[in-house]
């Protein structure tokens, strides 16, 4: 009974559980290959766990037990010679175990009253009597399966009065299980005695009753794992051997490995083995990349997105960032060099490991600077579209409960069919960035769960399915830092009503000084609001991305680049008309908009709507109602009226009306409204000045 270096962990405990437990509750990782070795050989791998269990007992690292038998629900009772084999002259297990469960076999010590089946039909009732009697005999050794526990004897959420009868008769067995010799070798061998033993397999301990297992000294546990690192380098280098070493490296292939199940492993196994032997028999092919070869089995795809990434764009990934986002190039230029590293395959290069996300910032910094469109705008140079990003507003999971919707709620509660939102999207599309907005407004025990995948690059849903990150980015943008916080983690009021800032624009002018603040900011809040320090560590204090401040010069960067043409174009799409905003507005909207650049871009939109969208709207419509009034036909669809009405026409924006009470304290404008031209038809016969209702 020696353990030998290639023995898998279970069978490890196994080996030393079966000495001093009467019940052993084996759990995990069941519905996956399983390795097992039998007596010094070499390591195998089956898709029963029954086939590994029936081996195991019956081999001298564990016993020989003389009968070793499984309970299963559809085929009853199998014993393990019908389905291993026996050595000759062996009797049958089946004839051994109807003797011993006669009651005449069962030992008067064994304890108390001898064990009757409460029913003679053959059902489970019937046969765990049945196995309580032979494990109380001491004639032999015995060994029994109970398969699918929790299915075959009730779940432990609910039972009924037959099922816990079930678990009951299992508790005495786990009580009166008696030990049995082995058959000696010879008439000179030390007679050892082996401890009869009831098995059940469950997918998860908690599946059974805990009044089953819980502070039992008679009940062990064996959990089957995913394959460890160790284990995982001893597959593949006894599958791959010496000869393949020249095309593929077996740690990297362990290392892009990790968290599959044995099952995966062979597929890995079997794709680069095919891989290796066409680049052998052609050394003119590209050689095999074992990130590719495994992706082929993590995702279904061999291809990356990341390979078809235009370099000419990552060339000038700063200069493509900047249309979008303005005033902000310590930003730019992070989210830059992020993509750079992603797309050569250096993300994480320090810490060696390939299974981290391709990329993780956490932009932070005050309000409507530009985080959410920095991360829009990084999924579009990367993926060729907006879509390509998967926004998650935090503030709707505050509370601990709404992990569910994440990552799916655990079988048995409601929602478990759908999955997660997080996961299931992954699932589908591994090659996304993932923006978690506002992260600070999570709940922390989501917050964990989040960073769990930044630090490993994988979680695991409700359903039990892995899921993948290391295709993605990850980005979190974060208010955290920029304003000053109350014991409770409140934001501090000031006597205007306003928060109070940590950073304030009209103080901490350069950007360095502002960087330095928000960022002790987001330390603080980590340490000390969420008490979780490591937290951050997992982040990274180096990639902690501070946005500075929108200033003057920027928002009217913001509004000659970006909003004043976009909503020109939007006019000339829908209307048919051309749209011009003299130079004296446009320092206008700056001077309002810059009274408090701690409000940032988004101020800067909502201006441009109110001042500027708005009042054109009115103007256009009174433009077209001026025009129907002198048309003789009928006005029943506005939209074509004002397209027939105002094509190839110019409304010239010329000043802005502040909100007071003669315009109804809103936004007006002074404007022109010019006809278009003659080959246009325009129903305009003379320009149209500012026309009031």
Not at 15 to 35: C, E, F
Not at 259 to 264: N, P, V
Not at 572 to 586: H, R
Request: proline share 5%; net charge negative.
């Amino acid at each position: 009974m020696s353990q030998h270096i290639d023995m898998p962990r279970w069978q490890v405990e196994l080996q030393r559980l079966h000495k001093q437990n009467s019940v052993l509750v084996v759990s995990g990782n069941i519905k996956d290959s399983v390795p097992f070795s039998v007596d010094g050989a070499a390591q195998s791998l089956t898709n029963d766990l029954r086939l590994a269990l029936y081996a195991a007992l019956c081999s001298e690292d564990v016993g020989p037990y003389a009968v070793v038998a499984l309970l299963d629900q559809i085929d009853g009772l199998v014993f393990a010679d019908e389905v291993i084999g026996a050595p000759d002259g062996t009797e049958p297990m089946r004839v051994q175990f109807g003797r011993l469960a006669d009651n005449s076999q069962t030992d008067p010590a064994g304890g108390g009253r001898r064990g009757r089946p409460t029913t003679n039909d053959g059902s489970l009732l019937a046969t765990l009597a049945q196995a309580r009697a032979a494990l109380r005999q001491t004639a032999v050794p015995c060994a029994i399966i109970v398969d699918r526990a929790a299915e075959a004897c009730g779940p432990a959420s609910s039972l009924s009065a037959q099922e816990r009868e079930a678990y009951l008769q299992v508790l005495r067995c786990a009580v009166e299980a008696q030990t049995a010799p082995i058959a000696s070798a010879g008439a000179d061998a030390p007679t050892r005695r082996l401890q009869n033993l009831l098995l059940l397999v469950a997918d998860r301990i908690n599946d059974l009753p805990a009044f089953l297992w819980h502070d039992n000294a008679f009940v062990g546990r064996i959990e089957l794992t995913r394959p460890k690192r160790d284990e995982r380098r001893r597959f593949f280098e006894r599958a791959f051997g010496s000869d393949m070493t020249e095309a593929v490296s077996v740690t990297e292939i362990v290392d892009l490995t990790d968290g599959l199940q044995w099952r995966d492993l062979r597929c890995v196994r079997d794709v680069v083995q095919g891989a290796v032997a066409k680049w052998t028999s052609d050394r003119e092919m590209p050689k095999p990349r074992a990130k590719s070869l495994v992706n082929g089995v993590k995702f279904g795809r061999a291809d990356s997105e990341w390979d078809a990434v235009d370099l000419d764009r990552l060339v000038h990934a700063e200069e493509h960032l900047t249309k979008r986002v303005k005033g902000q190039p310590a930003a730019v230029r992070a989210g830059g060099d992020m993509l750079r590293r992603a797309t050569l395959g250096l993300a994480g290069a320090q810490q060696s490991s390939p299974t981290r996300p391709r990329g993780v910032l956490f932009f932070a910094g005050p309000t409507g600077t530009g985080k959410t469109e920095l991360a829009r705008a990084i999924a579009e140079l990367v993926f060729g579209t907006d879509d390509a990003l998967l926004r998650f507003d935090m503030s709707e999971f505050n509370v601990a409960h709404a992990e569910a919707r994440l990552v799916g709620a655990p079988p048995g509660y409601v929602g478990f069919e759908g999955g997660g939102q997080l996961t299931e999207a992954m699932l589908a599309n591994p090659f996304r960035v993932v923006l978690f907005d506002e992260i600070e407004k999570a709940h922390p025990a989501i917050l964990d769960k989040l960073l769990q995948m930044v630090d490993d690059g994988r979680l695991t849903d409700g359903k039990g399915q892995t899921v993948y990150f290391s295709e993605a980015i990850i980005l979190f943008t974060s208010n955290a830092g920029v304003y000053e916080r109350d014991a409770d983690g409140k934001m501090k009021i000031g006597a205007d009503g306003r928060p109070l800032l940590r950073v304030d624009p009209t103080i901490h002018s350069d950007y360095d000084t502002i960087r330095d603040r928000v960022r002790a900011g987001v330390e603080d809040y980590f340490r000390f609001e969420l008490q979780r320090p490591e937290l951050l560590g997992k982040i990274g204090l180096n990639n902690i991305i501070v946005f500075n401040f929108v200033t003057e010069a920027v928002m009217r960067e913001i509004l000659v680049d970006k909003m004043l043409p976009a909503v020109g174009q939007r006019v000339k799409e829908e209307t048919g008309v051309d749209l011009v905003v003299a130079d004296e507005v446009v320092e206008q909207l700056v001077k309002t908009a810059g009274r408090d650049i701690s409000l940032g871009g988004r101020a800067v939109g909502k201006l441009v709507e109110d001042a500027v969208v708005s009042p054109a709207t009115r103007a256009l419509f009174y433009g077209v109602a001026s025009a129907a009034a002198t048309s003789s036909s009928e006005v029943h669809d506005v939209h074509s009226a004002t397209r027939s009405t105002l094509a190839g026409a110019r409304l010239t924006i010329t000043g802005l009306v502040p909100p007071s009470a003669d315009n109804g304290y809103s936004w007006d404008i002074e404007h022109r409204l010019e006809p278009g031209s003659a080959e246009r038809h325009s129903t305009i016969d003379e320009p149209l000045d500012a026309v009031t209702p």
